[in-house]
């Protein structure tokens, strides 16, 4: 069983066009994130959902729209591709953050997305 | 500046020797979480070990611990018994309580080559 599946695993599109990821978590967990890993494997947060309200907007262009329709599902739209949005994207699940405590993230398989 | 500093890009490690990857780390909140994860070339991302800033003990998980050194702010992981399937990327990353841990900050990696 998947713990936190991400679909598709390789996306090839155009420049200019739009596209979705989607995200699953069979968890149970409460929050979910979007990451973005470049190809120096720079490993930046774009997004976090709590419960499905968005937490965290890391300064991403609003060209990438998150949607949670539920806790358990977190996908990923994005307008208008561009090169520099070539890139490996993670979805990742946890359970809420209690201040402090062992709550590590779990990770899809990542999408890699090439614009050509 | 930087929050999680990895500063070696890249490290070699016979095989059955032990290894320590290095990390540190830049908050002024008391209350944290720091985290390893293991990224090898399929590319998911493996949670591996976590410690709590409020931790007494440093945290093992098997052949991996964690060198907990709160007051110089490093958190280096130490791998014992390389195995060839050790080779990989390794990233640090810590959750603060003041984001509500809803914000993972990750270093730049370190890669793992284990020799034969």
């Known amino acids: 069983d998947t713990a936190v599946s991400q679909t598709p695993k390789y996306l090839v599109t155009q420049m200019g066009n739009d596209k979705s990821i989607k995200c699953e978590q069979n968890?149970?967990?409460?929050?979910m994130y979007w990451y973005k890993q470049d190809s120096k494997k720079f490993l930046k947060i774009m997004f976090s959902?709590?419960?499905?309200?968005?937490?965290i907007n890391e300064t991403v262009p609003n060209r990438f729209s998150p949607k949670s329709p539920d806790k358990a599902h977190l996908n990923l739209h994005i307008n208008s591709l561009e090169l520099g949005d070539s890139a490996v994207y993670f979805c990742?699940?946890?359970?809420?953050?209690?201040?402090?405590?062992?709550?590590?993230?779990?990770f899809g398989d990542g999408t890699r997305l090439s614009i050509l | 500046a930087q929050k999680i500093t990895q500063t070696q890009p890249g490290m070699f490690v016979q095989e059955k020797e032990a290894v320590t990857l290095d990390c540190t780390y830049d908050?002024?909140?008391?209350?944290?979480?720091l985290f390893w994860y293991k990224q090898p070339s399929s590319g998911e991302m493996i949670f591996l070990i976590y410690?709590?800033?409020?931790?007494?003990q440093n945290a093992t998980e098997g052949r991996y611990s964690l060198n907990f050194q709160k007051a110089r702010k490093s958190a280096n992981l130490v791998i014992s018994a390389s195995q060839l399937g050790d080779s990989a990327m390794y990233f640090c990353?810590?959750?603060?309580?003041?984001?509500?841990?809803?914000?993972?900050?990750f270093g730049a990696g370190t890669r793992l080559f284990v020799k034969a």
């Open positions: 968890l149970g967990h409460d929050t």
């Open positions: 990742a699940s946890s359970q809420t953050w209690q201040g402090v405590g062992n709550q590590p993230q779990h």
């Open positions: 908050t002024s909140d008391p209350s944290y979480g």
């Open positions: 959902y709590n419960n499905k309200e968005l937490i």
């Open positions: 410690q709590g800033s409020y931790d007494q």
């Open positions: 990353a810590m959750r603060e309580s003041n984001t509500g841990g809803f914000k993972t900050i």
